[in-house]
């Protein structure tokens, strides 16, 4: 059996790229090439020999400095591009390689320029502002003035008429009658402010008015026909021209600090109706001029931007890389001699005659009288995790990495997810007309592959876009279960022949009461449709899915344990395939691997016996009569072996181990025994070549109440761990039902109406739920399930998970990381 399993050829995916730690010795002349070399093939993980040290005592920290403003500003172009709407027309174009200082150089002289522009633009854009404020100003304050006036005229001529007849009426007049006979405003009669305000802020700045003046004063305001564009935020905003009439000096003081504090501006208005028209004339004349000008300097200021543009992305790039350069070499050390840099980091093994040859053009190109020195070493800590994956794979590995990084070497669960993961999935989905909807939607993101790839998508799209080849899978066993369910949107259909099953009489009343008879060979494949409507189709269903789901739960948790005894095979440990794998295989299958037997047992021979009862009086009376529940021969006896077993398992589990551990901690450091302690539960890094493994002080107590709590938490989890898998037959009979309710509740009431309106109706309330309920709300439901299915059930028989990623220095994932 060991020289089969050797002679096994080995999975990419199923253990991590095999890593060495190496060290390179790099000239000072050749540091720079170097590094972006060994950017480009993005295969060399640098460690950090620096990380003790503040980022200001770093070696090239003035060129990080430099790499950043220029980072600052092509971010600055960027956003003033973006405003000025140029982003989507500028076509990057191809321009000769640039030196780093001379990109420097000239980022600075586009960025001054440009804020000059800015400022004048600014400052062109306010004198546009308030000279086209100041017109909206007169056109409506002057409307406010004639109605005043007019009103003022009508008042006189009917106190003239009605009360003033007598001759002492101008000694008698009032000071405000005086100054509207007059038309004037002097300092004792009738004042008005005009300005403009935000719309947003009349409401309140009238009624801070009205207080102020204690309601003596009268506020009139219209709509601005303009809206006025904000010099710094670009956007256009509404305004409210007003004129306050008021009397007094005071009044007035204290209607111009509120025009202050609620930034509205005031504009001058003169009453004399020449001068307004000689004024208005002037205003025009300066907008019309401003504009012409504002309008240039748009158009000057457009095309910088745009010769800017056509090199922003090459340089964004450029600066993006050289500043990952000089970060990565901060991360080195300098040797005695000042003349070397020193750096150490992990690579896979196969990479190792790339990063050679890579090393070996950076020598040539940077014309140095000496090479870089590559050799391996030993480290203490342990390797960090790669796997080599692809587009179709990527997706599962992620689901796998998002409980945890697997060890070093450890078996990947991926290799098993990309199977077991959606068809769990639709083993609770499992409805071939849905699985065809989710098929489609699979289909289209697969075709648009590359287009949407090149796009940046929004956080649920993304998502879904990375998840592409996971729909595709959890679509096809969709569909499969669904045709072993036989539902299309909970219809059953003829599709492998004819049903076995026929009503006892041809009105075919009693389907419901008192069931069908079967006349014929069984269905071919799948639940028979003749099923659905009869008085014993949900006992029958929930019966077929809750066996299937523990026989599921089973094969899966038994896989897992499986590939825990070719995780202590891998490394080494006779420890954890004689005291953890062999008694974890008994006692879960003395149980319920022994229900999964009964299960089957039941469906060949057709009994009546009742699983429940056996498997509750194996633990009470297990030596009793099984009567009617015997479903083969020495059944009895074999269950007391399976119990008894059982019962061995759990010790076994338990006591064994830490005391081994123990035994051979103590030899070794007497001296008798000079090999390395190797056990995947205790030692948290497993000596591989050339990692140098590293050993702890043994803690006896620590050890057995680890084990212990291992050896409970199995016991307990194979229970409910098992009982968890019920939930893929809960799961797709709630499914199963919701289909049902809306397809006999909704689209076959609503078609029992002649209506063509309450058809119509109806068949958008069936797609709307099927669309946003069934195709959505389930699909996540059943993906969390299966989520948690893997990660408790399955994983944690065999996998570990406390790794770490392999991130090596790439210019490849900085530009990824650069537009997340």
């Not at 890579?358 to 590559?374: K, M």
Request: hydrophobic share 45%; glycine share 6%.
């Amino acid at each position: 059996m060991e020289k089969f399993l050797d002679k096994l050829p080995s999975m990419d995916l199923m253990r991590s790229e095999k890593m060495t730690f190496v060290q390179l010795i790099i000239p000072v002349e050749s540091a720079h090439r170097t590094i972006s070399y060994l950017g480009e093939i993005g295969l060399l993980q640098f460690r950090d020999l620096n990380a003790d040290k503040s980022p200001f005592q770093l070696t090239f920290v003035n060129q990080v400095k430099r790499c950043a403003e220029m980072s600052r500003k092509l971010r600055f172009f960027k956003d003033q591009i973006s405003k000025a709407g140029l982003l989507g027309s500028i076509r990057p174009v191809s321009q000769p390689d640039i030196e780093l200082e001379e990109l420097e150089f000239q980022l600075g002289e586009h960025e001054h320029e440009l804020i000059e522009m800015n400022s004048n633009s600014e400052r062109l854009r306010q004198s546009y502002n308030e000279l086209l404020e100041f017109k909206m100003v007169l056109q409506k304050a002057i409307g406010f003035l004639v109605s005043s006036n007019s009103h003022a005229v009508a008042e006189e001529t009917e106190l003239e008429e009605n009360v003033y007849s007598m001759n002492d009426y101008g000694d008698s007049v009032s000071l405000l009658e005086q100054d509207i006979r007059r038309g004037s405003s002097d300092q004792s009669g009738l004042n008005f402010v005009s300005g403009i305000i935000c719309k947003s802020k009349a409401l309140r700045f009238e009624r801070m008015l009205f207080r102020a003046t204690r309601g003596n004063m009268l506020f009139n305001q219209a709509p601005a026909d303009e809206h006025i564009m904000d010099p710094l935020s670009t956007e256009m905003v509404e305004q409210t021209v007003f004129v306050v009439f008021f009397s007094g000096l005071q009044a007035k003081a204290k209607i111009l600090k509120i025009c202050e504090a609620f930034g509205a501006n005031c504009y001058p208005v003169p009453e004399d109706i020449t001068k307004q028209r000689q004024i208005t004339r002037e205003v025009s004349s300066r907008l019309a001029e401003l504009e012409a000008t504002l309008d240039a300097g748009i158009r000057h200021r457009n095309k910088a931007l745009t010769s800017v543009g056509f090199h922003l992305a090459k340089w964004m790039n450029m600066v993006r890389r050289e500043k990952a350069v000089y970060d990565t070499l901060n991360m080195l050390n300098f040797d005695v001699t000042k003349k070397c840099l020193v750096g150490e980091g992990w690579c896979p093994i196969f990479a190792k005659t790339k990063i050679q040859e890579a090393l070996e053009r950076a020598t040539f190109d940077s014309n140095s009288q000496v090479g870089v020195i590559f050799h391996v070493m030993d480290a203490i800590e342990s390797p960090p995790t790669y796997f080599r994956t692809n587009n179709f794979t990527s997706a599962f590995q992620e689901i796998v990495d998002a409980y945890g990084v697997a060890r070093y070497q450890e078996a990947n669960p991926a290799v098993y997810t990309v199977i077991t993961f959606p068809f769990l999935f639709a083993v609770m989905f499992g409805d071939w007309g849905h699985g065809i909807c989710l098929l489609m939607g699979a289909l289209v993101l697969i075709a648009r592959e590359r287009k949407l790839s090149a796009q940046k998508l929004g956080s649920f799209m993304e998502m879904l876009f990375g998840g592409r080849y996971v729909l595709l899978l959890m679509s096809l066993f969709s569909i499969y279960c669904g045709l072993i369910y036989n539902e299309f949107f909970s219809v059953p259909f003829h599709i492998f022949g004819g049903s076995a099953y026929k009503c006892r009489d041809a009105s075919c009343s009693d389907a419901h009461t008192v069931g069908l008879i079967k006349y014929r060979d069984p269905y071919p494949f799948g639940v028979d449709p003749s099923w659905r409507g009869s008085r014993s189709e949900l006992p029958f269903l929930n019966s077929l899915k809750m066996k299937l789901s523990i026989l599921l739960g089973v094969t899966q948790m038994n896989v897992g344990i499986i590939l825990s005894y070719f995780n202590a095979r891998f490394f080494s440990s006779s420890i954890d395939i004689r005291y953890q794998f062999v008694p974890q295989m008994i006692f879960l299958n003395s149980l319920f691997g022994y229900l999964s037997l009964l299960v089957v047992i039941k469906w060949c021979t057709g009994s009546k016996a009742d699983l429940y009862h056996v498997m509750i009086y194996m633990f009470l009376s297990p030596t009793d009569d099984l009567g009617e529940n015997q479903l083969f021969w020495g059944q009895r006896p074999l269950q007391i072996i399976l119990l008894l077993l059982a019962l061995i398992a759990v010790p076994w589990m338990l006591f064994p181990k830490p005391f081994i551990l123990r035994k051979r901690h103590t030899e070794r450091f007497q001296g008798r025994t000079y090999g390395m302690l190797g056990t995947s539960e205790m030692d948290l890094d497993v000596e591989t070549d050339p990692v140098r493994q590293h050993h702890e002080e043994f803690n006896f107590s620590e050890v057995f109440v680890h084990q212990m709590i291992h050896s409970i938490e199995f016991v307990l989890g194979a229970v409910s761990n098992t009982a968890s898998y019920l939930r893929l037959w809960a799961l797709s009979l709630a499914h199963s039902e919701l289909s049902t309710v809306f397809y006999e509740k909704v689209l076959l009431l609503a078609w029992g109406y002649d209506s063509f309106i309450i058809r119509l109706i109806g068949l958008a309330v069936f797609a709307f739920a099927t669309a946003f309920i069934l195709l959505m709300m389930e699909t996540l439901s059943a993906f969390l399930h299966a989520l948690r299915l893997h990660w408790v059930e399955f994983q944690n028989k065999f996998y570990l998970g406390d790794g770490y990623k392999f991130k090596p220095f790439s210019f490849a994932s900085i530009a990824t990381e650069d537009e997340d």
